[in-house]
């Protein structure tokens, strides 16, 4: 069973920086891709950003290309979201997803299988 954990959210002001992580047991973590998504408060959950198996190729959603940062550590079975420039907006509940094979679906949140509990981030204005 693919286990997902997300940390390292929290309440920064409009401007600052977070870095969350995810955790992942349960398969071999090099062989899939991973993605971030998030969800505001009465909206869908929406793209954020995802990264292959290999870590060479990414992909992101336009709100977030040039402040946020994926990339992953194989060793370690974890993904990383740095986010830069964070504003208002960005607030939203932040998860880690993957999908159950090997293909890379990039932004169809449909064909991501298993996800963390999320973590929270605030930004203030």
């Known amino acids: 069973q693919v286990h997902l954990v997300e940390s390292g959210g929290g309440l920064v002001q409009a401007g600052g920086s977070l870095r969350l992580s995810c955790a992942a047991s349960?398969?071999?973590?090099?062989?899939?891709?991973m993605g971030w998504f998030r969800q505001a408060p009465g909206k869908e959950r929406e793209f954020v950003a995802t990264i292959n198996w290999s870590g060479r190729s990414t992909y992101y959603a336009d709100s977030v290309k040039g402040r946020f940062t994926i990339s992953r550590d194989n060793a370690k079975n974890t993904v990383y979201l740095q986010m830069n420039s964070l504003k208002p907006e960005d607030t939203a509940v932040y998860y880690c997803?993957?999908?159950?094979?090997?293909?890379?679906?990039?932004?169809?949140?449909?064909?991501?299988?298993?996800w963390g509990q999320g973590t929270q981030v605030t930004v203030s204005s």
């Open positions: 997803a993957t999908p159950s094979g090997s293909t890379w679906y990039r932004d169809d949140v449909s064909k991501y299988d298993y």
């Open positions: 349960g398969r071999t973590f090099s062989r899939y891709a």
